[in-house]
């Protein structure tokens, strides 16, 4: 029986060599990734890529995903390779995602979570809206709430890697809220951030995770570049991504600009945080 997934990769691959000014095939795992790797990949190699949000299953079906895109390892190269979002994988220590397997991964948890990159959101928030910028700072938003996520993200990881229930991906994005009140963003948040820490209060105090030792999971984290000051980059970032679009909605309201698209996901992230940095030197050792 055919492999299907050959066939198509052979397809994919075969584009940039039979159509003029392609540099590569890419699959992604759905429309809405093609912006961020659309930057990255022209701000490391410009030029026109053939990306696909979507191919064939074996029952025929067209199918998005991660699980879509890894299913063509065997078959990626330089014409053709695919972009993931790391999800857990990082953390995990996931192994054969890398550039040389032709492989890009976001090192964040999504590409949602570049674009909630602190100081890059609060410089793009401050040009395009100044005065609503003088009342609210995501640099200080983002800092504080870090460090209230920081510890449930190591309880999340713990439980991930010893196969425990007691502490699910569904329970950590649960108090992670997507809304929130205008009156819980003064003093950067304070409220907000108070509620935060709240939910994730019966979690952190049940039997079950004041019997674990989290020192392990610190120094585990370190040794990947996960700290206390970067833990937000490394929660789902799609939770994180609807919570900072309503802040700046909320913010913004009233105005003619659309925080999401005239500040969130305006402009390529900035280079100068170690994620990112990864990303670019994978997409520099494939294309």
Same mark, same amino acid.
């Not at 029986?1 to 759905?30: C, I, K, T, W």
């Not at 029952?59 to 993931?84: A, M, N, W």
């Not at 220590?93 to 991964?105: R, S, V, Y």
């Given at each position: 029986?055919a492999?299907?997934?050959?066939?198509?990769?052979?397809?994919f691959?075969?584009?940039? /060599? $039979?159509q003029r000014?392609?540099v590569?095939?890419?699959?992604? *795992?759905?429309?809405?990734? #093609?912006?961020?790797?659309d930057e $990255?990949?022209?701000?490391?190699?410009?030029?026109?890529?053939?990306?696909?949000?979507?191919s064939? !299953?074996p029952? %025929?079906?067209d199918?998005? %995903? @991660?699980?879509?895109?890894?299913?063509y390892?065997?078959?990626l190269?330089?014409?053709?390779?695919? @972009?993931?979002? !790391?999800? $857990?994988?990082?953390?995990?220590?996931?192994?054969?995602?890398?550039?040389?397997? @032709?492989?890009?991964?976001? =090192?964040?948890?999504?590409? *949602?979570?570049h674009?909630?990159?602190?100081?890059?959101l609060q410089?793009?928030f401050e040009k395009?809206c100044?005065?609503?910028?003088?009342?609210?700072?995501?640099?200080?938003?983002?800092?504080?709430?870090?460090?209230?996520?920081?510890?449930?993200?190591?309880?999340?990881?713990f439980?991930? #890697?010893?196969?425990?229930?007691?502490?699910s991906?569904?329970?950590?994005?649960? @108090?992670?809220?997507?809304?929130?009140?205008?009156a819980?963003?003064?003093?950067?948040?304070?409220l907000?951030?108070?509620?935060?820490?709240?939910?994730?209060? +019966?979690?952190?105090?049940?039997?079950?995770?004041? +019997?674990?030792?989290?020192?392990?999971e610190?120094? =585990?984290?370190?040794? /990947?570049?996960?700290? *206390?000051?970067?833990?937000y980059?490394h929660?789902r970032?799609?939770?994180l991504?609807?919570l900072? !679009?309503y802040?700046?909605?909320?913010?913004?309201r009233?105005?003619s600009? +659309?925080?999401?698209?005239?500040?969130?996901v305006y402009? /390529?992230? !900035?280079?100068? =945080?170690?994620?990112?940095?990864?990303?670019?030197?994978?997409?520099?050792?494939?294309?």
């Amino acid at each position: 029986m055919a492999d299907v997934y050959q066939e198509q990769a052979q397809f994919f691959a075969n584009v940039p /060599l $039979m159509q003029r000014g392609v540099v590569a095939s890419v699959h992604l *795992e759905d429309v809405d990734d #093609k912006t961020f790797w659309d930057e $990255m990949l022209q701000n490391r190699h410009p030029g026109r890529y053939y990306y696909i949000t979507q191919s064939r !299953s074996p029952k %025929g079906f067209d199918t998005k %995903g @991660c699980e879509q895109c890894l299913k063509y390892r065997p078959y990626l190269s330089k014409h053709f390779f695919v @972009c993931i979002d !790391s999800d $857990m994988r990082y953390l995990m220590k996931e192994p054969g995602l890398g550039a040389g397997d @032709c492989i890009c991964q976001t =090192y964040t948890y999504s590409w *949602e979570n570049h674009y909630c990159e602190a100081s890059e959101l609060q410089h793009r928030f401050e040009k395009v809206c100044p005065d609503k910028a003088a009342t609210f700072d995501f640099q200080k938003f983002m800092a504080t709430l870090s460090k209230v996520l920081y510890k449930p993200l190591l309880l999340l990881l713990f439980c991930l #890697k010893n196969d425990k229930p007691n502490f699910s991906m569904r329970m950590f994005s649960a @108090c992670l809220p997507n809304q929130c009140k205008r009156a819980e963003l003064t003093g950067n948040g304070k409220l907000l951030i108070e509620r935060i820490a709240k939910n994730f209060e +019966s979690h952190l105090n049940s039997p079950f995770a004041q +019997s674990v030792d989290l020192e392990d999971e610190k120094v =585990y984290c370190q040794a /990947l570049g996960v700290n *206390e000051q970067n833990a937000y980059l490394h929660v789902r970032g799609h939770n994180l991504f609807d919570l900072v !679009s309503y802040i700046g909605d909320l913010l913004c309201r009233g105005t003619s600009i +659309s925080f999401r698209n005239d500040v969130l996901v305006y402009d /390529l992230p !900035s280079q100068n =945080y170690w994620e990112i940095k990864k990303v670019a030197c994978d997409i520099a050792g494939i294309v």
